[in-house]
């Protein structure tokens, strides 16, 4: 089975309001072997909701509604269920007596508009909110011959979790035919999405019966793989055996097959290593550190360093000789290599890392362009220099820097 999940409310159409409803619903849809398929927003407009529920019971076979079951007059959730299902509403007095009750326990006088949220769409089961005022509602039937269920949520985080967990997961299990949906996460670092594709495509395109998406940003390419079967164990041998041919083409450029981020990656490497980390930042300005830093448990490789953003705190902190900042200028080869060795020696640390650059939008020159970024990784066996021209605004620089330095380390002591 499928399902399309119809997230409600003018509010989730701005740009001050994110709809994160639907990613719990949609992990706990995954669990019970069910694929999402669509996800919508729709504004409080009851012709437009109508349409969108119309829709959505032609193609899923599980619709959830979240949102639109208070008591104000943009609240159409249940209208606009009821009309496209072509059912009446009535009132159910055990809604009324239990809002009647939380308004008196609370020596609070209920306005009428609170009747709203007890009317009920014909032949639906009640879902009782514990934590609001707005139940939830439930309903079973068919449409061109398929199964349907038809589920209202209130919006609010706190109660559709609630209400979902303890009243819809038993209600759905009991509905849906067993099946299993595995995934594995596939992190790729610096390299083009255009590339990746051309490699893996021949490979994931004979795996028909698992699903996969390419999704590419912030210097890294993400493989998504699903797939669906009777049992975990054989969607996951399925998944599993498509990672395995894609780690075989891709080899080293793969960081992670199991979701962790480049800088855990990192982090375990080292601690594998037993080895330590200091840098020396210039256009990152402490980025790399902070992203080092995020890591639980990282003051057991991560000495230190310093933001050396003026040509005399490289001196002073990194001990670049001032003259080499001079004949090459700060964003350059030979100045970065000395950053690097200068703040390894400084923190006695197993390896320094050494970034500057251009991160602009100004200050870029015909022969240093913004973007223009020099890396050095410095260890016992020497220094490594990469010069890289990252395209973009300031803050995508900055991110790619640092998310080159991280693949450098990596690399390094993988």
Known sequence: MNAEIIAIGSELLTPFRQDTNSLYLTEKLNQLGVEVIFKTIVGDNRQHLTAAARLAISRADIIIFMGGLGPTEDDLTREAVAEALELKLHRDPEIVRSLEQRFAARKMKMSANNLKQAEVIAGAIVLPNPNGTAPGQWLTGSSD???????????????????????????????????????????????????????????????????????????????????????????????????????????????????????????????????????????TGGLLSERITSVSGSSRYFLGGAVVYSNKLKT?????????????????????????????????????????????????????????????????????????????????????????ALDMIRRKVM
């Open 316 to 404: 002073k902190f990194a001990a670049v000789p001032p003259d080499l900042i001079k004949k090459y200028g700060a964003v350059s080869a030979e100045v970065v290599k000395a950053m690097a060795e200068g703040i390894r020696q400084r923190c006695g640390a197993t390896f320094g890392v050494g970034i500057t650059g251009v991160a602009g939008p100004t200050g870029g020159t015909p022969d240093k362009p913004v973007g223009l970024v020099f890396h050095a990784l410095a260890g016992d066996r020497g220094t490594e220099v990469i010069e890289r021209n990252f395209p973009g605004d300031r803050k995508r620089i900055r991110w790619f820097a640092a998310q080159q």
């Open 145 to 283: 011959g398929r199964q349907k269920i038809i589920v209202l949520l209130p919006g609010p985080p706190h109660e559709l979790k609630a209400l979902f967990e303890k009243q819809c997961m038993d209600l759905l299990r009991a509905k849906v035919p067993q099946q299993f949906i595995a995934t594995r996460t596939l992190k790729i670092a610096m390299m083009a999405e255009s590339q990746c594709d051309a490699r893996i495509a021949p490979i994931y395109n004979r795996f028909v019966d698992v699903q996969t998406t390419v999704l590419a940003g912030a210097g890294e390419i993400q493989v998504h793989l699903k797939s669906r079967s009777h049992s975990l164990e054989a969607a996951q041998e399925r998944v599993d055996q498509l990672v395995e041919k894609i780690e075989e083409e891709l080899d080293d450029l793969v960081f992670s097959d199991n979701g962790d981020s480049l800088e855990q990656i990192v982090g375990y490497y080292l601690q594998m290593r037993n080895a330590t980390l200091a840098v020396a930042e210039s256009c």
